[in-house]
């Protein structure tokens, strides 16, 4: 009887302080529910999780065991994406609708179980059906594991920063609509910064503050969680210096303006050793080289020094222009892996497996479109069509008829990619998967195309991080460009942008045995079918192989 209360302080020491374990089990409860948006200013309810906007963000550390249990408690289906999470062997728990799960239906629930397996830095977590990732998505945050340092000088502070897009209108009828006149759907009214547009008229909120001390250094946590643009930020007066990304250290490179796609993550040290007390301008502002329409606003917030005066005039920055391409390739040729003995680059040197992937738009016959037609997507000239099984239950139940293993590696009839198009626009349609040996090293070379429009493609693997190991201009040319490629230290990612009008070459190993999306992180663009899939096979043990669907995973 003594010894009665033991169980429950080791209850304790476990749930509530895991930071005092190696790893721990954090649980999570997330509701999906309608929130009215005050705070944008607006009597519009949005789908949000706890009632949140952006999230809730989920803390753990690496190696931790994280437990999410979902609840649906609005109209829609719901899953929920882990992004950038590698998923080892948990498949089920990656969340793409209709790939490793059947959705969450209104009143259901599911628990999402995996293990932050060797990662550590900033990730996000977002809504994968439809456009509701608009308004249901937040910040993952993973720690090193206790006793572990950061790579780089410990910042006094660590500051969240989320940027998201904003539609007036309800983002489902938005899409829905798109879908059936063919058409491209309505750009966004806004950008967001933690959920605020900033000062607007009309509207008394006075948007996001960052609060800073003079003579400090803060590691900022930058997550895109936009729908369809790439973005710049600046802070007026100082530098960053970019350390990770996507959850991947890299080795440090200081900038006035950082490049974030969809899906993309960033952190970077702000010091604030060198400025003047006082209001500094945060800046976000849309990227776009190309004729493509996207909203072309500029969401604002502030930096704001702790003993500075009431009212000051706040200190202002330029922007980057829309078509600022330089911007964004000086910011992409700047990361690299940090390649450290602790934290090396452990680049694939062989491929078995070469693939060649052209991405882009086409036009499709469709009668009961406006024009008869509408926009698609596709890869390799197939536009994805989404099965009623998810593929993950087919493929280890082995259900015949909802995929076929005959994905194209390379585009049958080659073109002039880049160049003067003058064949034919429509695209073909499947559920066409690519199979991969388990532990076999895949090299993909990713090719923009300019049939309707060139445009920069951010393109997402799921299951995987993936080492960027080159780019250029126009297209890849097999002979003269594998000469450039940078098989030392290449930059770790698991969202990379493919430029307007050229090409991103990228090696991973597959050694994470399940079903894999792969797709244009421009949500737009995975409606319209620029999409695909890869299996990889179990290994020879059990440790290599896929584990089991849990009890509850949905059913369609």
Same mark, same amino acid.
């Given at each position: 009887?003594?010894?009665?209360?033991?169980?429950?302080?080791? $209850?304790?020491?476990?749930f509530?302080?895991?930071?005092?374990?190696?790893?721990?089990?954090?649980h999570?409860?997330?509701?999906?529910?309608?929130?009215?948006?005050? +705070?944008?200013?607006?009597?519009?309810?949005?789908?949000?999780?706890?009632?949140?906007?952006?999230?809730?963000?989920?803390?753990?550390?690496?190696?931790?065991?994280?437990?999410?249990?979902v609840?649906?408690?609005?109209?829609?289906?719901?899953?929920?994406?882990?992004?950038?999470?590698?998923?080892?062997?948990?498949?089920?728990?990656?969340?793409?609708?209709?790939?490793?799960?059947?959705?969450?239906?209104?009143?259901?629930?599911?628990?999402?179980n995996? =293990?932050?397996?060797?990662?550590?830095g900033?990730?996000?977590?977002?809504?994968h059906?439809?456009?509701?990732?608009?308004?249901?998505?937040?910040?993952?945050v993973?720690?090193?594991?206790?006793?572990?340092?950061?790579?780089f000088?410990k910042?006094?502070?660590?500051? !969240?920063?989320?940027?998201?897009?904003?539609?007036?209108?309800?983002?489902?009828?938005?899409?829905?609509?798109?879908?059936?006149?063919?058409?491209p759907?309505? =750009?966004?009214?806004?950008?967001?910064?933690?959920?605020?547009?900033?000062p607007?008229?009309?509207c008394?909120?006075?948007?996001?503050?960052?609060?800073?001390?003079?003579?400090?250094?803060?590691?900022?946590?930058?997550?895109?969680?936009?729908?369809?643009?790439?973005?710049f !930020?600046? =802070?007026?007066?100082?530098?960053?210096t970019?350390?990770?990304?996507?959850?991947?250290?890299?080795?440090? $490179?200081?900038?006035?303006?950082?490049?974030?796609?969809?899906?993309?993550?960033t952190?970077?040290?702000?010091?604030?050793?060198?400025?003047?007390?006082?209001?500094?301008?945060?800046?976000?502002?849309?990227?776009m080289d190309?004729?493509?329409?996207?909203?072309?606003?500029?969401?604002?917030?502030?930096?704001?020094?702790?003993?500075?005066?009431?009212?000051?005039?706040?200190?202002?920055?330029?922007?980057?222009a829309? %078509?600022?391409?330089?911007?964004?390739?000086? $910011?992409?040729?700047?990361?690299?892996s940090? %390649?450290?003995? +602790?934290?090396?680059?452990?680049?694939?040197?062989?491929v078995?497996?070469?693939?060649?992937?052209?991405?882009?738009?086409?036009?499709?016959?469709?009668?009961?479109?406006?024009?008869?037609?509408?926009?698609?997507?596709?890869?390799?000239?197939?536009?994805?069509?989404?099965?009623?099984?998810?593929?993950?239950?087919?493929?280890?139940y082995?259900?015949?008829?909802?995929?076929? %293993?005959?994905?194209p590696?390379?585009?049958?009839?080659?073109?002039?990619?880049?160049?003067n198009?003058?064949?034919?626009?429509?695209?073909?349609?499947?559920?066409?998967?690519?199979?991969?040996?388990f532990?076999?090293?895949?090299?993909?070379?990713?090719?923009?195309?300019?049939?309707?429009?060139?445009?920069?493609?951010?393109?997402?693997?799921?299951?995987? %991080?993936?080492?960027?190991?080159? +780019?250029g201009?126009?297209?890849?040319?097999?002979?003269?460009?594998?000469? +450039?490629?940078?098989?030392?230290?290449?930059?770790?990612?698991?969202t990379?942008?493919?430029?307007?009008?050229?090409?991103?070459?990228?090696?991973?190993?597959?050694?994470?045995?399940g079903?894999?999306?792969?797709?244009?992180? !421009?949500?737009?663009?995975?409606?319209?079918?620029?999409k695909?899939? $890869?299996?990889?096979?179990?290994?020879?043990?059990?440790?290599?192989? !896929?584990?089991?669907?849990?009890?509850?995973?949905p059913?369609?």
């Amino acid at each position: 009887m003594a010894l009665s209360w033991l169980p429950t302080i080791i $209850f304790l020491l476990i749930f509530l302080f895991p930071a005092l374990v190696e790893s721990a089990i954090r649980h999570y409860n997330f509701t999906v529910v309608l929130k009215n948006t005050t +705070k944008l200013c607006s009597s519009k309810s949005i789908v949000t999780i706890n009632g949140k906007f952006p999230g809730p963000t989920l803390y753990a550390r690496e190696d931790d065991n994280v437990n999410v249990r979902v609840i649906n408690k609005v109209q829609y289906n719901v899953t929920i994406h882990w992004h950038g999470m590698r998923q080892m062997r948990t498949g089920w728990s990656d969340g793409p609708a209709y790939i490793t799960q059947c959705p969450i239906q209104p009143g259901q629930s599911f628990l999402y179980n995996f =293990i932050l397996t060797g990662q550590r830095g900033t990730l996000l977590w977002h809504a994968h059906i439809s456009w509701l990732r608009a308004t249901i998505h937040g910040a993952i945050v993973i720690w090193p594991k206790k006793g572990v340092p950061y790579p780089f000088p410990k910042p006094y502070k660590e500051k !969240l920063i989320i940027l998201g897009e904003w539609w007036k209108a309800d983002t489902e009828a938005v899409i829905n609509q798109s879908m059936q006149t063919g058409l491209p759907p309505n =750009i966004s009214d806004s950008y967001t910064i933690n959920g605020y547009p900033g000062p607007v008229p009309g509207c008394t909120s006075q948007g996001y503050t960052l609060h800073v001390e003079a003579g400090k250094t803060y590691l900022i946590r930058l997550v895109n969680a936009a729908v369809n643009d790439e973005l710049f !930020l600046k =802070i007026a007066g100082h530098n960053l210096t970019i350390v990770e990304v996507d959850a991947s250290y890299t080795k440090p $490179f200081t900038t006035d303006t950082i490049f974030i796609g969809p899906g993309q993550t960033t952190n970077a040290l702000l010091t604030t050793d060198l400025q003047t007390t006082g209001k500094y301008l945060i800046a976000v502002s849309p990227f776009m080289d190309t004729i493509v329409a996207v909203d072309n606003l500029t969401a604002i917030a502030f930096l704001r020094y702790e003993d500075t005066l009431a009212f000051p005039p706040p200190v202002l920055t330029t922007t980057p222009a829309i %078509n600022a391409t330089s911007e964004t390739s000086k $910011f992409m040729d700047n990361l690299r892996s940090l %390649n450290s003995k +602790k934290y090396p680059a452990k680049v694939p040197l062989t491929v078995d497996h070469s693939l060649y992937l052209t991405i882009g738009v086409g036009i499709n016959s469709w009668p009961t479109c406006v024009n008869g037609s509408k926009a698609v997507g596709d890869i390799n000239n197939v536009s994805f069509v989404m099965p009623s099984t998810a593929l993950l239950q087919a493929h280890y139940y082995n259900i015949s008829g909802i995929f076929t %293993n005959d994905f194209p590696g390379n585009l049958p009839v080659p073109f002039n990619y880049t160049g003067n198009f003058t064949g034919g626009i429509s695209t073909s349609n499947g559920t066409r998967l690519y199979r991969l040996a388990f532990n076999s090293t895949v090299q993909v070379v990713l090719q923009g195309t300019g049939i309707i429009a060139p445009e920069s493609h951010p393109i997402h693997l799921h299951g995987f %991080n993936f080492f960027a190991i080159a +780019k250029g201009l126009g297209n890849f040319d097999p002979k003269n460009d594998p000469k +450039k490629f940078n098989l030392v230290d290449p930059v770790e990612r698991n969202t990379i942008s493919v430029p307007t009008g050229g090409w991103t070459a990228i090696r991973f190993r597959a050694d994470n045995p399940g079903v894999w999306f792969l797709h244009c992180h !421009l949500e737009v663009h995975t409606s319209w079918g620029l999409k695909m899939a $890869f299996v990889v096979d179990n290994g020879k043990s059990p440790d290599e192989s !896929l584990l089991p669907p849990p009890s509850d995973l949905p059913k369609c």
